[in-house]
């Protein structure tokens, strides 16, 4: 017999805690996180070091302290979850309504669910080396930083002594002070991109404090040895980010970390026929944050890598309340909108690599609006400027904007439907004179 | 007149500080987008600080350590003091979220405490 | 000293066939791997086809062999149980001027005896296979082509081969072989690991009357210790670009290109699994155990395999690439027959492509050799059938129910990208001959193969190793040896800097 769920979260970390908790007290008692870890809070059991909850909780905690913020929350309000529970398959019924999630999980083995909305949660996964086709040999001591991560900080054992790191991403960062602190010997950083993907506090207080230098427009060429990892090949890239002959120096480490990048876990989404952005690797969703599935919202990292959690937090808390008014409605309608109603497209560009949502429907949109970004590039001393259909809408000088940091704007509904609803939304940036 | 350029880690915007400390040692901080910027920069060149985090062996739990965390920030020239003395302590499971595992560390007059819940088993 | 009627050097595919055959005798047989696993030289780093056989210089061994490891493979599968998909093969020919090359193998093909073989029209092809290149003027298609996964034969191989009483000795290398009266005495060193324990004995000789050498890349060295007339293998490198399954059905059959000098050319092919598979080069190299891929060979695979078929997907989907070493004897044909200068002395040298698919036959023809030898008598009790580590990806729904109803376990998910369980992964360390590295429990039931390459699950599979072994994680590694996965214990470094940078070496 099919149990049946208002709305079904998949994920039970940062994305798919605040979203449960926020559908629930939007009044969808009905609700349940499916969570595959034996605990609730993602990633974030991981992530012991500080600098998470500032926006939200206007203090510093750990990462494992700001799970902790939304756990308590889920237990207090009696929020039903899973644990250690995979979903294997998303599937739509046959009047395309009802979500068919089937789960599995040692205890109560096969599940089925018929939920009427889900919440995509799913988080993200680590770019591994094979996606980087760094050529060489296949020994052991490569690791993915979240995979050493782990190692230390939940296992307690340290996976190297004689450490390089490939990537500047932030858990790259932080893990070259967290296998610092705990004795290891961080060589270096090499980053293939003239800048780092990383913020900046973690390039000061992770690399800076420590003397670890980061190495840009570099990149690992070989990878050498046979058993265990002897040593890497480092070397420069040009500007198209091809390695320059002659540039090459081997540096002996036993450990290579990766810190290349984080895509989006959407496999199940997929199964579901959810259209995903080429660029982000995302759902495409709307200003609610429902994706090209009617009743299937998406949040957090599996729609775009955030890299502050408390934007997941909120990400996601708007996606829980969009799930439990779209139960509440009662209403099933196409997510691009019904054939008489006007959607407004976002279109990105002059360096604007994307946004999130990407379609607006103004009869569903509240008064204000968060449309968060990303930029190709480093820019510095230019306005982003909002255009409605040609009609500039807002612009804003940024002093510096990087591809590692996202950007959020808010959007006034009534500013972009002054003169009707557009067809296009366009973020753009200007002034980049002297780039 | 000596002049200093800093990174600001209060928030991600990240702000290039500059700062010209001049022969009497009085500071002006430029480039920073709210005041936290010239507090930041005015500490870190006089008195930085920094929260610590690492983890603490514990027997009988769900999980071999602990995270922790110094309670507040605690002197930069102290981290390693302070890792030293975490070395050699080991705690019984359960362990409690807020918990003291350590009080006073390193001279410093800040505790260390546990950042997260772990069950016994 | 210890004394054994047959041993066999080498646990590869050759060495696994053969010991499955020979299993079928009242013989006493032992396996001695330098390697912690099966399948860890050429046999695990190869295309992974069952080649129908239009390839071969009709009168060879390769040409002989070929056609009976084609038609054995479908039935050995089903028995054995190992992943097996008869897909059928295109030759591509991409110029009129080389038709005659193409017939040439047709004529070829149908002179070894390989069934169905024809040529079909460039618009047939790509009736058949949409995404080929528009480039392709012809094909000759092989209906009985096959992709298999050449761990999981071998796999099966050793398990029905110890099953039937064929003992394997691990991490174990053969250093030195000298002829005694009746038989040779091999000299080996035993590496202290998890299978041998800790206090493994060193050094140790063993009596053999009968020596099967099947080690690959290395035959040549062994042979040469025995007889005066010298071989010599040429270690061949390919390297492969493998991708994801997202991109796996972008071809059905397996496109090769028409064979030049040094081999088949780049395939395109889908694996046994579903994943797209790119490769392999040809570069002869000096050392028979580096196994490096290089920026210009894997870039090599991606724009000749790009010649087969149009935008081959393979930005942002390679998940992984390997290189692997064929045996490449000086005479071009497989060496297998009893050494003229050294009585009870095998040599199964030289195996290259197709050496996967003729490995089988391989096996039966040199039971053969050994029954010449010592006559065996047959054992009554064979066990010839052998049961596979179910999958839970590839069962429905029904049949999920039924495994979990068996074993809970088969309900968590450890490796979620391929949806591999721990049930899979107990079974995987507890069958004969089972896994003891992570690269072994890969292989066996395809954790960490997938996307996102073992990121999340390692440590999970690690703990669990370590539970069934009764080591601590320390002990765990990628593949034996020395190929530790982890250092120690955080805070345990005696002159800790806490200070990065390359200058304080």
């Known amino acids: 017999m099919n149990k049946h769920v208002s709305i079904l979260v998949i994920g039970g970390g940062p994305a798919g805690l605040a979203a449960g908790v926020s559908a629930y007290k939007a009044g969808i008692k009905d609700v349940l996180i499916i969570e595959r870890d034996v605990r609730l809070g993602g990633i974030l059991n991981q992530c012991i070091h500080n600098g998470f909850g500032l926006h939200t909780f206007k203090e510093e905690l750990t990462g494992p302290e700001y799970a902790a913020r939304y756990i308590s929350q889920v237990e207090e309000l009696g929020v039903p979850y899973r644990l250690a529970t995979i979903v294997t398959d998303l599937q739509l019924s046959d009047d395309g309504h009802t979500k068919i999630v089937t789960t599995m999980d040692e205890q109560g083995g096969l599940t089925v669910y018929e939920a009427d909305a889900v919440i995509l949660a799913m988080g993200c996964r680590e770019r591994a080396r094979g996606a980087l086709n760094i050529p060489g040999e296949r020994p052991a001591g490569i690791y993915t930083a979240g995979t050493a991560q782990y190692f230390v900080n939940l296992e307690g054992r340290m996976p190297g002594r004689e450490v390089v790191i490939l990537g500047s991403g932030d858990i790259g960062l932080i893990m070259a002070r967290r296998m610092t602190l705990e004795g290891a010997h961080v060589k270096l950083v090499a980053e293939l991109q003239p800048y780092s993907g990383g913020l900046k506090r973690n390039i000061v207080q992770c690399l800076d404090d420590y003397g670890i230098p980061l190495m840009l427009s570099h990149t690992v060429v070989k990878i050498h040895g046979d058993k265990r990892l002897t040593g890497v090949t480092i070397a420069e890239v040009d500007d198209k980010l091809s390695p320059i002959p002659g540039s090459e120096k081997f540096y002996e480490c036993d450990t290579l970390l990766l810190s290349c990048g984080l895509l989006p876990e959407n496999e199940l989404s997929g199964q579901l026929g959810v259209n995903l952005s080429p660029v982000t690797f995302g759902a495409v969703v709307n200003e609610s944050l429902e994706t090209s599935v009617p009743g299937v919202f998406s949040c957090g990292n599996v729609l775009h890598v955030h890299d502050l959690v408390d934007y997941v937090s909120e990400e996601a808390t708007a996606a829980g309340k969009h799930a439990a008014e779209y139960i509440q409605s009662g209403i099933v309608e196409s997510a691009e909108g019904g054939s008489d109603e006007k959607v407004t497209r976002v279109i990105t560009d002059g360096g604007v690599r994307y946004s999130v949502p990407s379609l607006l429907r103004a009869d569903h949109m509240a008064d204000l609006t968060t449309i968060r970004f990303r930029v190709g590039a480093v820019y510095k001393d230019v306005d982003v400027v909002t255009y409605a259909d040609g009609r500039e809408l807002a612009r804003l000088h940024k002093r510096v904007m990087a591809p590692g940091e996202m950007e959020q704007l808010i959007l006034r509904k009534s500013d972009l439907i002054s003169e009707g609803v557009p067809s296009e939304y366009r973020i753009t940036i200007e002034n980049k004179a002297g780039q | 007149m000596e002049h200093k350029e800093l990174i600001c880690i209060n928030c991600p915007m990240g702000c290039m500080l500059s700062v010209d400390i001049d022969d009497n040692g009085e500071m002006t901080v430029t480039g920073n987008n709210c005041p936290r910027g010239d507090v930041y920069a005015r500490k870190e060149l006089t008195n930085p600080t920094r929260i610590v985090t690492s983890i603490v062996k514990v027997t009988n739990g769900e999980l071999p350590v602990v995270s922790v965390k110094t309670k507040e920030d605690i002197p930069k020239d102290k981290i390693d003091a302070i890792i030293d003395e975490l070395k050699d302590i080991s705690v019984e499971a359960p362990v409690l979220i807020g918990e003291t595992i350590l009080k006073d560390v390193a001279g410093t007059g800040v505790d260390v405490i546990a950042t997260k819940n772990i069950g016994r088993v | ?505």
Do not use: W
């Open chain 3, 1 to 505: 000293m210890l004394k054994k009627q047959v041993v066999i050097v080498g646990a590869g595919v050759t060495g696994t066939c053969i010991a499955r055959e020979l299993s079928r005798r009242q013989l006493d047989v032992l396996i001695i791997e330098r390697a912690s696993d099966v399948c860890e030289g050429t046999s695990k780093a190869n295309s992974g086809i069952a080649h129908s056989g239009y390839d071969a210089k009709p009168g060879t061994l390769k040409a002989r062999f070929n056609i009976e490891g084609s038609r054995l493979m479908p039935q050995l599968a089903k028995e054995l149980d190992f992943p097996y998909r008869n897909n059928g093969s295109l030759v591509l020919c991409f110029d009129e001027a080389d038709m005659g090359a193409l017939n040439e193998l047709l004529e070829r093909g149908r002179t070894n005896g390989v069934e169905g073989l024809k040529i079909l029209s460039g618009d047939e092809v790509r009736g058949m296979e949409p995404n080929v290149s528009d480039e392709v003027v012809a094909a000759l298609y092989a209906p009985t082509g096959g992709v298999v996964d050449p761990f999981l034969l071998t796999v099966a191989m050793a398990e029905n081969a110890a099953v039937n009483g064929v003992e394997f000795s691990f991490d174990t290398e053969v250093t030195g072989i000298e002829k005694s009266s009746e038989g040779y005495i091999l000299s080996c060193e035993q590496y202290p690991s998890i299978r041998n324990g800790l206090d493994s004995p060193g050094s140790l000789q063993i009596h053999a009357d009968i020596v099967i050498n099947a080690a690959g890349v290395h035959a040549d060295r062994f042979h040469n210790m025995v007889s005066d007339r010298k071989i010599h293998l040429t270690p061949r490198k390919g390297e492969y670009c493998l991708l994801d399954k997202k991109v796996g059905g972008y071809v059905s059959a397996t496109l090769f290109q028409l064979p030049t000098a040094k081999g088949k050319g780049v395939l395109v092919t889908p694996t046994v699994h579903g994943n797209l598979m790119v490769g392999p080069t040809a570069v002869d190299v000096e050392d028979p155990d580096k196994t490096d891929t290089s920026a210009d060979g894997l870039n090599a695979v991606i724009a000749t395999g790009s010649k087969s078929v149009k935008n081959l997907p393979s930005k942002g989907n390679i998940i992984t690439s390997f290189a692997g070493l064929r045996a490449h004897e000086d005479g071009g044909d497989f060496i297998i027959e009893e050494v003229s200068d050294a009585p009870g002395f095998i040599d199964v040298a030289g195996i290259e492509s197709p050496g996967l698919t003729v490995a089988p036959a391989i096996g039966r023809y040199v039971s053969e050799l050994v029954d010449g030898m010592c006559h065996p008598q047959m054992k009554a009790d064979f066990t010839a059938t052998r049961q596979g580590i179910p999958s839970v990806a590839l069962a429905d729904t029904g049949e999920r129910r039924r495994l979990i109803e068996q074993n809970p376990l088969y309900a968590k998910v450890i490796c979620r990208c391929e949806l591999v369980t721990e049930g899979e992964i107990v079974d995987a360390i507890r069958r004969p001959v089972g896994a003891v590295t992570l690269d072994g429990i890969k292989r066996r039931v395809r954790a960490g193969m997938g996307r996102c390459q073992a990121g999340f699950c390692t440590p999970k599979q690690v703990n669990i190793l370590a539970r069934e072994l009764g080591v601590d994680i320390s002990q765990i590694t990628k593949k034996g040896g020395s190929s530790g996965l982890l250092t120690g214990y955080p805070k345990d470094e005696k002159d800790i800097t806490r200070k990065g940078g390359a200058s304080h070496e």
